[in-house]
């Protein structure tokens, strides 16, 4: 049986995690109430991105271009892989490297060389326990994320690609679903796929001046959306990050209550033995005297 | 006066979204006016200045290139930056000029070189539009 002091004290010490787990979650669901505006003011700028490019894609020649075209010999693959620097949020980025270290496997097993470019300590931290190095790793920016971080990594990897240290790039992050999903998502990020172009753009609305021509404007937009994706990846990452958090933090904070709730069961019933043996004590000893 | 709706998207947030009787914009190939009913067309943006006009006064934005599509009496500008006059840190845009020029003296490599001469560009256009307000 624990001395009654000793269970007095982890009652207390699972009170304090409860209390440290419970701001944690504040903490994390007022963050991702600013990443998700951020992903909402940021929306009408990738839309138009993708309307625009959808459409000029479809009216130059596409394959002229060399970050869109597919190259047949594919054998230099990049992963720019997307975590949260912190833990503490569950599965979540264990999620997010497995994926990448199943299309590490596959392109192996293809006989292609892979390099990593990491976004986030926990990225960095599992490929470097690989035994690799990362090409480039960029760590704890995820708290401060802004359209240059994007800028740098996108066009970082498009001149590799440009002058062919790399054929294919991906992207891996978390994708914000909603509260209870971020799932791991892979996205081709070169060669650029571009998007399907609106139906509805038929009609006397369809004949577009391009200043300059269509092919110059396409060179000048196309390492841009590489940016607008990768910038995309990085608000969802950092939206995932933290309501994966809040989710694993409740889940703490309740699995506290529940210790709590027993370790006061445990209390009370040492105290009541303890109290049953003090009185089997001194019954016994009146008895003695009386006998 | 007709009116034409003029939206500027940046990455961060919607900068404009209202009607306005005209815009200049800083076009690749050079400056060019947008009236309303403009033809359709998406051109190129260099770093540079937006004028825009409602009710016959002219307003100054910066925009850090990008592109602009018209289409529908839509006029959206999407620019990485875009701020106005007031919004311009001139301290800011100075130190900026100063390293850039720095770095263009120092000549090491040529994608530095590039980029310090945006840097650079960018950095002049936000202290002549800061200039014009006090002017």
Redesign the interface.
Known sequence: MPSLKDVKMKIIGVGKTKQITKAMNMVASAKLRSSQARIERFRPYAEKYREVIGDLAEKADISAHPLLEKRADKKNCGIVLITSDRGLCGGFNANIILKALQILTEKRNEGKNVAFFCVGRKGRDAVRHLGMEPARSIADRMGSIDFNLAIDVAQDVAARYADGQLDEVYLVYGEFQSMAQQPPRVLTLLPIQPPEADEEKTGPDSEYIYEPGEAALLDDLLPRYANVQVFRALLETSASEHAARMQAMDNATRNCDELIKSLTLLYNKTRQASITNELIDIVGGAEALNG | MATFQL?V??????VVNEEVETAICP???GE?GVMPNH??????LKIGKLVYRIDGKDRILFISG??V?I??NKC?I?A??AETAEQIDQDRAEAARKRAQERLEKQNGD?DQARAQIALQKAMMRLHIANLRVN
Do not use: C, H, N, Y
């Open positions: 939206q998207v940046t990455p961060d947030k919607t076009g690749l190939m060019f033809a359709p067309m998406i051109a190129a990008g592109f599509d289409r529908k959206a999407l990485e930056s994608i």
